[in-house]
């Protein structure tokens, strides 16, 4: 994989050398790759949301007899709000969630809600150790996993969970930090 041409996948789940700027990104700091999880490892959630839909249509059917159509279209609407705002904060969550690699830098931003947010950095001199794991069908097939990015000293070790390619980010971080050990 050339880091040095741009290129970006399937929802910009994996982006070499994306037009990509961030809040606290130095005069020469340049973005290297930009990742976020899988978009199938998000399946699970948008099931979840479909199977609610079509059992709220069911149900419909059968409270009809012990409801009152008033009553029934503020239960229904009311019902499909949750469902929508549990997707939707969802898609944001994953959107949001999102792994950058700089040539200074490691930066881990984590959504945990709407209103809260967790940004986890460490520079690449204080790398010490890059850990792949992939295990499962759809891991394998579908060529995502974790990573796990061990720092120096007391500083709090980067994730990023659900990646795809993992093998070859574990690659452009070798690179990157061999290169910073070289100069």
């Given at each position: 994989m050339d880091i040095n041409k741009?290129?970006?996948?399937?929802?910009?789940?994996?982006?070499?050398k994306p037009n990509f700027h961030f809040q606290t990104q130095g005069d020469h700091e340049e973005v290297i790759l930009v990742v976020r999880a899988h978009p199938f490892s998000q399946i699970p959630w948008l099931l979840n949301s479909i199977f609610i839909l079509i059992l709220l249509i069911t149900l419909s059917f059968f409270i009809s007899g012990f409801l009152n159509p008033i009553q029934i279209l503020f239960a229904f609407s009311f019902s499909i709000i949750i469902t929508i705002a549990y997707?939707?904060?969802?898609v944001l969550i994953w959107f949001f969630n999102v792994g950058i690699i700089t040539n200074e830098r490691i930066i881990d931003i984590d959504f945990h809600a709407v209103i809260y947010k967790e940004i986890t950095e460490a520079r690449l001199d204080r790398i010490q150790d890059v850990t792949e794991k992939a295990g499962g069908f759809f891991e394998s097939y579908l060529d995502y996993g974790n990573?796990?990015?061990?720092?120096a000293g007391g500083e709090q070790n980067i994730e990023f969970f659900d990646v795809p390619y993992p093998a070859s980010v574990v690659k452009i971080i070798h690179n990157l930090t061999e290169?910073?050990?070289?100069?």
């Open positions: 741009p290129s970006h996948n399937f929802l910009h789940t994996f982006c070499i997707g939707w904060l969802n990573l796990f990015i061990q720092t290169r910073g050990r070289h100069q």
